[in-house]
């Protein structure tokens, strides 16, 4: 039974997958726990109800940080909220964690919010950022009004894994010459009227949302970041537990977790790719491929249509450190802190 968490907002949230991924981190007592990505705290509560254990709850979104230390003080001790990124958590936490969650992507609280800039559902201005107005990085309507037009459809094609990019962009750097694009409204009108064909069941301006909001908070290179910090803090036989919601990230996460990434591609099309020899896997599978949203928690969460979670336990193999390259990551990612 996923129950929905009430935030400080007075929304209620349900916690993706939430059955699954409490069976695959498998909580005990007395052990330690990273919800590394702690949004509303559902995750975080659901662990501290299965164990007698503590957890550590990190997160960069203001609001979030909010609602943790609400749930820090009724907590008695068990339960530490901590303000950053997961990408840097080997830094901020300094203990040795028996599991590790991450939930990757936007949350269902911010996407409600219209302040907040990620959704094209309701109107609000275009910001995008997952620490809000605090952060130092450019908002969503910092790239869409300064970037090249070359710069946007390369943003919009890798991180939105849109065809349809170059027209998009097109588009957008025309719009923005009459007057700067500052909400999502306007936003999603121009995308749509730059969109010929609509796919069933998807406004068309999903994927340019998608690669402007992965841009703008650097989810994948803090994704990749986060992978290895938790397997640099991860003890033999700690397990980490990672909920993904598109194909950029379930397919890093999948190369991460098999140590199975591309080759490098050869010097010359006449000298043969040769497979490499590949270090020792950091993890095994805690089960075969990943675990899918049920028919029953669709009913009820529709969001949780495209969530997939996979699942690992460390081994006692070495620290090894996979290519962007391997990792299946865009040319435009840096993983490097």
Do not use: W
């Not at 990505?37 to 503590?54: K, W």
């Amino acid at each position: 039974m996923k129950l929905p968490v009430t935030t400080l907002t007075g929304a209620e949230h349900i916690p993706v997958l939430l059955d699954e991924v409490i069976a695959a981190l498998s909580p005990r007592d007395g052990a330690l726990y990273i919800d590394g990505t702690f949004g509303a705290g559902g995750y975080s509560q659901a662990i501290l109800d299965a164990a007698q254990c503590r957890v550590i709850g990190i997160d960069r979104d203001p609001l979030a940080v909010a609602n943790g230390r609400r749930m820090e003080a009724a907590m008695g001790g068990r339960f530490v909220m901590i303000e950053g990124r997961f990408g840097a958590l080997d830094q901020l936490v300094r203990e040795v964690p028996d599991g590790i969650v991450l939930d990757i992507g936007v949350s269902s609280m911010q996407l409600d919010q219209a302040d907040r800039g990620f959704s094209f559902q309701v109107d609000g201005p275009l910001d995008m950022r997952m620490e809000g107005v605090s952060s130092s990085g450019p908002s969503a309507a910092d790239v869409v009004n300064t970037a090249s037009e070359t710069d946007l459809a390369n943003i919009i094609y890798h991180y939105g894994e849109e065809r349809l990019s170059r027209r998009i962009a097109r588009a957008l750097v025309a719009a923005r010459a009459e007057a700067p694009i500052e909400f999502t409204a306007r936003l999603a009108e121009i995308v749509a009227k730059a969109v010929p064909k609509r796919e069933p069941g998807r406004h068309p301006a999903t994927r340019t949302f998608q690669a402007l909001r992965i841009f703008v908070n650097d989810e994948l290179g803090e994704l990749a970041r986060g992978l290895y910090a938790a397997e640099r803090l991860l003890p033999p036989d700690g397990r980490l537990v990672v909920v993904t919601f598109h194909s950029l990230e379930d397919r890093v996460v999948k190369r991460f977790m098999l140590g199975e990434g591309e080759d490098d591609a050869p010097t010359s099309r006449h000298i043969p790719t040769i497979k490499r020899a590949r270090p020792a896997p950091s993890f095994s599978p805690v089960f075969k491929g990943h675990r899918s949203a049920s028919s029953t928690e669709l009913a009820a969460n529709p969001r949780a249509r495209s969530a997939k979670l996979r699942a690992g336990i460390r081994t006692s193999a070495p620290v090894r450190m996979l290519s962007a390259r391997e990792l299946g990551l865009p040319e435009l990612v840096e993983v490097a802190a």
